[in-house]
Every structure is written in C-alpha cells, then in structure tokens.
C-alpha cells in the first residue's frame, strides 16, 4: 500500500508565501518524478512543477522565478515554495509521484488528497 500525505496549504495574502509538503510512505520501492498540480475552480487541472529523481525540474511559465520545487529522497517526500503569491494562484494543490511498489516492476501515479491555498487580493 502506498499514500501521499499533503500539507501546508492555507490563506495568505497577495505578496506572501506558502511551503506546501507531500510525503510518500508504505511500500515503496523506488520514487520516480514527482510534481505538483493545482485545479482552480471551472479550469483543468495543470502542471505547476516536476522534478526527477536527478533533480532536474520544469515550471509552467506563470509560476517561474517564484515556485520552487524540491525533494528530499531520504524521505520521499517533495516540496514546494511558493513566494511572491498572486491571488491567481488560488487553487487545490495536489501531488503526483510516480513509484514503483515493493513486489512490482511498473509504475504508477499517485495522488495526494489536494491541499486549499488561497491569496488574498
């Protein structure tokens, strides 16, 4: 069994920051890429930032030069800093990591339960 725990989300204000945390635990094998979404109200759910297991990270462009992405392997858990936060950051956060589980040889996604952050104007 595999989960992801989420936290960290909450209100802030226009111009704050936010550290959201999503931690993977059961049995678990190896941890590929992992990520965060976020789903606004009426909009998809899209790609704010991934990170390989290497390190190597991708932003969507509205959130470059103030999102920050990372991951600590040793606990197999991702991160990410939000600063500098506009009120059209205002979604439900979630999490996707791609593990592979003790007793497979294939991947899977898994998602967090989804975190509320939300900026005042």
């Known amino acids: 069994q595999v989960q992801l725990v989420e936290s960290g989300g909450g209100l802030v204000q226009a111009g704050g920051s936010l550290r959201l945390s999503c931690a993977a635990s059961?049995?678990?094998?190896?941890?590929?890429?992992m990520g965060w979404y976020r789903q606004a109200p009426g909009n998809e759910r899209e790609l704010v930032a991934s990170i390989t297991r290497a390190g190597r990270t991708n932003y969507v462009d509205s959130v470059k030069g103030r999102f920050t992405i990372s991951r600590d392997n040793t606990k197999n858990t991702v991160y990410l800093q939000m600063n500098s936060l506009k009120p059209e950051d205002t979604a439900v956060y979630y999490c996707?990591?791609?593990?592979?589980?003790?007793?497979?040889?294939?991947?899977?996604?898994?998602w967090g339960q989804g975190t509320q952050v939300t900026v005042s104007s």
């Open positions: 996707k990591v791609a593990i592979i589980a003790s007793g497979t040889y294939y991947v899977n996604d898994y």
């Open positions: 059961g049995s678990i094998l190896s941890i590929n890429t």
